[in-house]
Structure formats: structure tokens, C-alpha cells
């Protein structure tokens, strides 16, 4: 039986787990994919939804680059350096996002908690108005070397 531990503690990949899971991977490439757990000692196949799949190739994929992975539910509440750290802009930074009303927060006590989901949402705002930006400055440049 697997040892208990923290479950908000991030997974951090080791050697051996890097090497496991650029393995996995690797079958899961050559095979395509196929949504099953099989519990070797029961003898028993579990069937996991493409969903399920996904969010396990995705993490198999972080943990072969080195990268360490931490699941989290979206109504987690991160506080102002988390989720300065999320969103990879300095505390006050973000502090003046929650000032102007572009992020919401809760007060507990004196401190500030941000909704992860909240910061999902604001980050994915932000990467479709700077491609939004981008498109129109590639449109205005072209226009400009077309002289129109």
C-alpha cells in the first residue's frame, strides 16, 4: 500500500519518476491511447473517461520535462503571492488588478484571497486580448507596407 501523504503537496519528479514517465508515454505514443487502470494484483481493469486520460498524459508530460505538477480544485483560494506567482506578476502588480476591479478577492481578516478559478478566467482574458492586439498590429502593419 502506497505510503500516505500530503495531498496538496506538489509531486515533485525524481530521476526514477522522469524516466517512468517519458516510458509511459512513450507506449502511450506508439499504441494510442487506451483508457483502461489495470490493478495487477485484483486482476481487475478500470476504464478511465478521454477526460481522465488527458489530465494523466498531461501530467505524465510535465513530470518527464521535470516539471513538478499539483492538481488543484478551481474554488481553492490562493493568497496575494500565490496567485502573484500564477499569474507571473509582482504582488503589487496584483494588488492593483484587485484595486481597479479587474480581479475580486475576499477579505479574511486583513488578508486578501483570490478564487483560482478567478485567475484562470483573468488569464485567459488577458492571452486573448494580446492576441487580439497582436492581430491587429500584423493587420496594421500589413496595411501599411501595402499602402492602404
Not at 502588480?93 to 475580486?104: C, R, S, V
Request: with cysteine; hydrophobic share 40%.
Amino acid at each position: 500500500m502506497p505510503n500516505p501523504r500530503d495531498a496538496t503537496a506538489p509531486v515533485l519528479p525524481s530521476n526514477r519518476l522522469r524516466a517512468h514517465a517519458r516510458d509511459l508515454l512513450q507506449h502511450l505514443d506508439d499504441r494510442g491511447a487506451r483508457f483502461v487502470l489495470w490493478d495487477k494484483e485484483a486482476n481487475h481493469q478500470i476504464e478511465l473517461s478521454e477526460e481522465l486520460f488527458e489530465v494523466l498524459r498531461r501530467a505524465l508530460i510535465d513530470l518527464s520535462q521535470n516539471r513538478a505538477i499539483q492538481v488543484l480544485p478551481l474554488t481553492m483560494e490562493l493568497t496575494t503571492v500565490q496567485a502573484a506567482e500564477f499569474l507571473q506578476v509582482s504582488r503589487p502588480h496584483l494588488i492593483k488588478l484587485i484595486d481597479q476591479g479587474e480581479l475580486e478577492c475576499r477579505m479574511v481578516g486583513t488578508h486578501r484571497r483570490i478564487k483560482l478559478q478567478d485567475l484562470i478566467d483573468y488569464r485567459g482574458k488577458v492571452t486573448a486580448d494580446s492576441k487580439a492586439a497582436r492581430e491587429e498590429l500584423t493587420k496594421m502593419a500589413e496595411g501599411l507596407r501595402w499602402g492602404y
